[in-house]
């Protein structure tokens, strides 16, 4: 009790804190902290993160710090702590602890955390008859609910938010203001009473809840789901608002059903996610290990990609012949209850129609979705900002993200330090950096000060809709981290939508614009997040990126670099493929086949018949004319269309229903093959030798001259395996060993000439488990250190982030 008589003088101090700190619980926190240890005064949300000040006895003080270091809320990471005494008490002390309300401030240096998956003290009250939630689809509190979803604008303040037409009912208003309340200050609080409803629309028909009293409304929106579990259960596809966007859901042990959505959504192969009841369910059909299961229960609740147990619990057309299915626990309590009261795994895939952003409304869904979905559980808190579910696994227990969506975007991620320090020993101050993205798996970044927002997975930019969630993020994170870009950061390529789009800006603003090439952008990405400055042997396995070059070969992604974050030099390159077609060419990888066995003269392999066979002999014909007329056949050196290649001369993947379809199922047939035939297998020596053929001097600029890494010996030794009748799965996964073995040689020559001694390795090919476990050991072996990336995507999902950071590093150059 501090009645001023207490042992010490009374005195004062000023806390604050930075970091994640808003939407976390802190300010109640603080109070609960405050009052238990007798300190008066108070504690807002302001400029530069939370500020607290404190006034009681030395020891008062002391014990509230205490408290503090050791209580933080579970979601606030805190970047800086800083405690000061006052040095002036006032004359009118406040009489107890308060919580201030906001100061609007610039808000430069406060984030908000991301959405949050309901925690299990929600949970609890969500299943508790006695609750005054019971069953109400939007339970949460200050530990859990929607974040990014329903922000408007800074600071997070239930008036700026999509709850703000919500106005909180008396009961709810108290637990608000009540500090000693687990819901004390929770923006999105609610209940039935006063907040946000569900509803079906089933054709015609339309449940929704809209009685007077609070039994009544519960029965009614019990109704509503009761509906929606009947009809998943008769095998219909219903289409879901969620926390970021709608679903489309049917039941994953429906094959027909699941058949059905693949027809409807026009998504032959592609895998989908599915949302299980419980671990239990998860393990009836995947596997699992600890770090895994933490990921599958934890706060950003993403979807995990998981290795199949073999069990036919899940209808074959969830994700037809791959090893591994994308799993999600329940993440908001509408999910929680659809789960409890279904008990039985749901497809849930992105409600959207092939190529736009997911739905994020009613009347869009209704429209949109219309001719896919059967029924629509909907319901009216508005969606502000559209996120997807997050994707990531984990290989030998690290983690890689896949897409870096909803619980992940936009948390602010740090600058490398050592770009920092450099800033701080030239004395000057970073530049607000906007880089504008790669084109497919788009999202962009904006820098300020030390920390970069990449923004969520928007999906790829190739149409009026995806581009218009592109500005509509742009001008929410310029307003949301106030955000002043002083430089534009962009990709090479000519076509590539966020180019013209940066270009124009460029124009307009005149602000500097640093270009960066798509692979160097990749490793940079991957170097930056490790902190890694000094120059990188990179291994650069990327789908398809665009190069300046005088070269003739300008779609570069099978490249080794030594590389720092300002610039590269290429060091190697896979031998080029030609791409008969140019777009058709990846959608149809036989044609790469074809092309390559015309060229090398291996069409009369004896093991190349089958694949010959499976061909169409006019279109086959057609290309023959491409190829001698050199029309429209571009080069690349794309790793990813070397797998595309194998795949198809394996006579798998001739065609790709979507990207990467090809490579994902050579990596499949490997997998199919039992450990112990795998390990036998690796006792063989490896297929063939790659070489570092010798450098073609080039004309352009650079000062290396570029070796081509033939692939000729692998491709006649594949053929010779099929001739002789090895098993597709036995050379799948030879050619993956193989392939990580030469390629780990041919780096580790280069590596000691260069004298280097960090190897990066990124690119959307790095999504091939075998090819990351595989190259890792090999390059370790070699005495090499490998960096990969974990905090964002190796594939484009990183490529803004490596703008970004090779932007700001060149700008501190320019200023040397
Ligand atoms: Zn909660
Ligand atoms: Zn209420
Ligand atoms: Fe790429």
Redesign the pocket.
């Known amino acids: 009790m501090n009645c001023g008589c207490s042992s010490s003088p009374l005195q004062g101090r000023h806390i604050q804190l930075k970091g994640i700190v808003q939407g976390v619980g802190m300010r109640p926190t603080v109070y609960r902290h405050a009052t238990a240890s007798g300190v008066r005064g108070w504690v807002l949300n302001g400029v530069g993160g939370v500020h607290i000040q404190a006034f009681g006895s030395a020891e008062e003080l002391d014990q509230f710090e205490k408290l503090l270091h050791d209580g933080m809320p579970a979601q606030a990471v805190i970047e800086s702590y800083y405690s000061a005494p006052l040095d002036e008490i006032p004359d009118k002390l406040p009489q107890n602890f308060s919580i201030t309300p906001s100061d609007s401030g610039d808000g430069s240096e406060v984030f908000v955390s991301a959405d949050l998956a309901t925690c299990d003290s929600c949970v609890q009250e969500l299943f508790d008859p006695e609750n005054r939630r019971y069953r109400y689809p939007f339970i949460n509190c200050t530990d859990c609910g929607p974040r990014f979803t329903v922000i408007a604008d800074l600071p997070y303040d239930r008036p700026k938010t999509s709850m703000a037409e919500f106005p909180?009912?008396e009961?709810?208003d108290r637990e608000y203001h009540d500090p000693a309340d687990r819901r004390f200050d929770a923006q999105p609080d609610?209940?039935?009473?006063?907040?946000p409803q569900i509803s079906w629309i089933d054709g015609r028909h339309t449940l929704c809840v809209n009685a007077e009293t609070l039994e009544e409304r519960r029965a009614q929106s019990d109704e509503v789901l009761k509906a929606c579990c009947e009809a998943l259960s008769a095998g219909r596809i219903v289409a879901i608002k969620g926390l970021g966007g709608f679903h489309l859901a049917c039941d994953a042990s429906n094959q027909e059903a699941v058949e059905r959505l693949r027809q409807r959504k026009q998504r032959p192969n592609k895998a989908f996610a599915v949302m299980a009841p419980s671990l239990e369910s998860i393990r009836s059909f995947a596997e699992f290990n600890h770090a895994e299961e933490q990921w599958l229960t934890g706060s950003v609740r993403p979807i995990v990609l998981l290795a199949r147990n073999g069990k036919a619990t899940l209808a074959p057309a969830v994700c037809n012949q791959l090893p591994e299915v994308g799993v999600m626990l329940p993440y908001t309590p509408l999910h929680h209850l659809l789960m409890h009261d279904y008990q039985k795994p749901l497809v849930m895939t992105s409600g959207n129609i092939s190529g736009e952003p997911i739905c994020t409304d009613e009347t869009e869904a209704l429209d949109k979705l219309g001719d896919i979905a059967d029924a629509f559980l909907v319901h009216n808190r508005k969606i502000l900002t559209r996120y997807d579910d997050s994707l990531i696994r984990l290989i030998d227990g690290e983690l890689q993200i896949i897409r870096r969506a909803r619980g992940l975007a936009p948390r602010a991620l740090s600058l490398p330090q050592a770009l920092l320090d450099q800033a701080a020993e030239l004395g000057i101050q970073l530049k607000d950096c906007f880089a504008f993205g790669p084109e497919q798996k788009h999202c962009f970044c904006m820098t300020r000060n030390q920390h970069a927002f990449v923004s969520q997975h928007l999906g790829d930019l190739e149409n009026q809709k995806t581009l218009q969630a592109f500005y509509e993020g742009e001008a929410l994170y310029k307003k949301l981290f106030r955000i002043t870009p002083q430089a534009l950061s962009c990709d090479l390529h000519p076509e590539y939508l966020s180019r013209k789009y940066a270009l124009r800006l460029h124009k307009e603003t005149q602000l500097p614009l640093e270009e960066v090439q798509h692979h160097h952008a990749h490793l940079v990405a991957c170097t930056a997040e490790h902190n890694y400055a000094d120059r990188v042997l990179g291994i650069i396995f990327d789908g398809t990126g665009y190069a300046q070059t005088d070269a003739d070969i300008k779609l570069w992604g099978g490249e080794i670099f030594e590389a720092d974050w300002k610039d590269f030099i290429q060091l190697a390159q896979l031998e080029p493929l030609k791409l008969p077609g140019g777009k058709a060419a990846i959608q149809e990888p036989w044609r790469i086949s074809y092309a390559y066995l015309t060229e090398q003269e291996l069409l009369e392999h004896p093991g190349a018949q089958k694949f010959i066979g499976q061909l169409e002999e006019h279109k086959c014909s057609i290309l023959q004319h491409m190829l001698k007329a050199e029309l429209n056949c571009p080069k690349s050196s794309s790793a990813g269309r070397w797998f595309d290649m194998v795949s198809a001369l394996l006579g798998i993947g001739l065609v790709s229903s979507y990207e990467g379809e090809a490579a994902i199922l050579l990596e499949a047939l490997a997998h199919t093959l039992t450990s112990k035939q795998k390990l036998a297998l690796k006792q063989h020596k490896p297929l063939a030798q790659l070489e570092l053929l010798a450098p073609c001097e080039r004309k352009d600029n650079s000062t290396a001259s570029v070796h081509s890494i033939s692939m000729r010996p692998l491709v006649v030794a594949i053929l010779d395996e099929l001739a002789a009748g090895s098993s597709p799965a036995g050379i799948a996964w030879r050619f993956h060993c193989s392939f990580a073995e030469q390629i780990a040689q041919l780096a580790a020559k280069l590596a000691q000439k260069r004298n280097l001694s960090h190897i990066a390795c990124s690119g959307g090919c790095f999504m091939n488990r075998i090819l990351v476990q595989e190259l890792r050991k090999q390059l370790n072996c070699q005495g090499l250190e490998v960096l990969l990336a974990h905090t964002l995507p190796p594939n484009d999902g990183g490529i803004a982030y490596g703008q970004a950071v090779c932007c700001l590093a060149r700008q501190l150059t320019r200023v040397q």
């Open positions: 909180m009912c009961a709810c609610a209940c039935f009473m006063c907040g």
